[in-house]
Nanobody, 114 residues
């Protein structure tokens, strides 16, 4: 298993959009179920979205219709398109397998604020 590297976070106003990316190397990426997780200050890390090997996706209720997870197995990359962002989406976002079996990356900070 290689290192997980998340990117694409930043400061955005409510209603805005961001696209997160997560890449890894050294693994047969395509065989894994991948997920995006987030951890807000003072809260436990939670699973936000998952994408199965065949492309089926699932989301927690609070992001359904706003977030879209996708993957490019040729690039060993998983994405999270986040639209209509809300202040409560503020967190550090991480990717990992689901269940999480790899070492966590550093994550990418998403801050939604006016």
């Amino acid at each position: 298993q290689g290192q997980l590297v998340e990117s694409g976070g930043g400061l955005v106003q409510p209603g805005g959009s961001l696209r997160l990316s997560c890449t890894t190397s050294g693994s047969i990426f395509s065989i894994y179920v991948m997920g995006w997780y987030r951890q807000a200050p003072g809260k436990q890390r939670e699973l936000v979205a998952v994408i199965l090997r065949g492309g089926t996706t699932n989301y927690i209720d609070s992001v359904k219709g706003r977030f879209t997870i996708s993957r490019d197995n040729a690039k060993n990359t998983v994405y999270l398109q986040m639209n209509s962002l809300k202040p409560e989406d503020t967190a550090v976002y991480y990717c990992n397998t689901n269940p999480a079996i790899w070492a966590w990356g550093q994550g990418t900070q998403v801050t939604v604020s006016s």
